[in-house]
């Protein structure tokens, strides 16, 4: 089983930085994620890619990014034995990203990161307001 916890959301206003974390746990997850990404969902919006980031071996990491984000957000990843934990920087925060955002693990390969199905475990999501 994969166990995904989000925290660090909250209110703030624009401009204003954020980070978000998300503690994995679970034998599933040490022994099968090969990524990791972070999606979001607005109120009445479906929900959308932000970034992802996937690991070969202990040092080797890809990063990709939503265009609305890229030189914005940073996702980051640190990996131990009893301490997996991925996280998102938010820089220059606008109010077009306030929504529930969502960590999530794949445990298989994809050509389509992007894409919130080929997620196999999901966090609950953590409330981010940004206010003009």
């Known amino acids: 089983q994969v166990q995904l916890v989000e925290s660090g959301g909250g209110l703030v206003q624009t401009g204003d930085s954020l980070r978000l974390s998300c503690a994995a746990s679970?034998?599933?997850?040490?022994?099968?994620?090969?990524?990791m990404g972070w999606f979001r969902q607005a109120p009445g919006e479906e929900r959308e890619f932000v970034a992802a980031?996937?690991?070969?071996?202990?040092?080797?990491?890809?990063?990709?990014?939503a265009d609305a984000v890229k030189g914005r957000f940073t996702v980051s990843m640190s990996r131990a034995p009893a301490n997996n934990t991925l996280y998102l920087r938010m820089n220059s925060l606008k109010p077009d990203d306030t929504a529930v955002y969502y960590c999530?693990?794949?445990?298989?390969?994809?050509?389509?990161?992007?894409?919130?199905?080929?997620?196999?475990?999901w966090g609950q999501g953590t409330q981010v307001t940004v206010s003009s």
């Open positions: 980031i996937s690991w070969e071996g202990e040092n080797t990491y890809y990063a990709d990014y």
């Open positions: 679970g034998r599933t997850f040490s022994a099968y994620a090969m990524a």
């Open positions: 999530a693990a794949r445990t298989h390969r994809t050509s389509n990161a992007n894409t919130a199905r080929e997620y196999d475990y």
